[in-house]
C-alpha cells in the first residue's frame, strides 16, 4: 500500500558529500514521521536521523553537524544530506516513514526503502 524508492548512494571519498532522496507514494493520507536509518556490516541497524515535522529532527550523535534531513511534504520525500563524509559512515542507508493510510479506518503504517550503499573510502 505504501512505496518507497530510495537513490543517491555510491562511492565517495572521505570528506566529500552525498545527498539520498526517498520518495513516498501509495494509499497515503498524512506522514508525521520520516528518518533515515543505517546498517554497517556485523552491525545493528541504528538510527541516523529522524524528522516528525516542522523543525523537530533529531540526530545520532555521530552525524550531528555533518548530516542534515529534510523533507517536502507536498512530494511526500525526505532527505539526507551528508558531507564530510568518514569511512565510518559506510553503510546501507534506509529510509523510514510513518504514517497514516487512506483506507478505511485510517490505519497507521510504517514503512521501510529497499536500502541504498554508501562507500566512503579513498
Known amino acids: 500500500q505504501v512505496q518507497l524508492v530510495e537513490s543517491g548512494g555510491g562511492l565517495v571519498q572521505p570528506g566529500g558529500s552525498l545527498r539520498l532522496s526517498c520518495a513516498a507514494s501509495?494509499?497515503?493520507?498524512?506522514?508525521?514521521?520520516m528518518g533515515w536509518y543505517r546498517q554497517a556490516p556485523g552491525k545493528q541497524r541504528e538510527l541516523v536521523a529522524d524528522?516528525?515535522?516542522?523543525?523537530?529532527?533529531n540526530y545520532a550523535d555521530s552525524v550531528k553537524g555533518r548530516f542534515t534531513i529534510s523533507r517536502n511534504n507536498t512530494k511526500n520525500t525526505v532527505y539526507l544530506q551528508m558531507n564530510s563524509l568518514k569511512p565510518e559512515d559506510t553503510a546501507v542507508y534506509y529510509c523510514?516513514?510513518?504514517?497514516?493510510?487512506?483506507?478505511?479506518?485510517?490505519?497507521?503504517?510504517?514503512?521501510w526503502g529497499q536500502g541504498t550503499q554508501v562507500t566512503v573510502s579513498s
Open positions: 523510514n516513514v510513518r504514517g497514516i493510510l487512506t483506507t478505511s479506518g485510517r490505519p497507521d503504517f510504517l514503512s
Open positions: 524528522n516528525k515535522g516542522g523543525g523537530n529532527s
Open positions: 501509495g494509499t497515503i493520507f498524512s506522514i508525521y514521521g
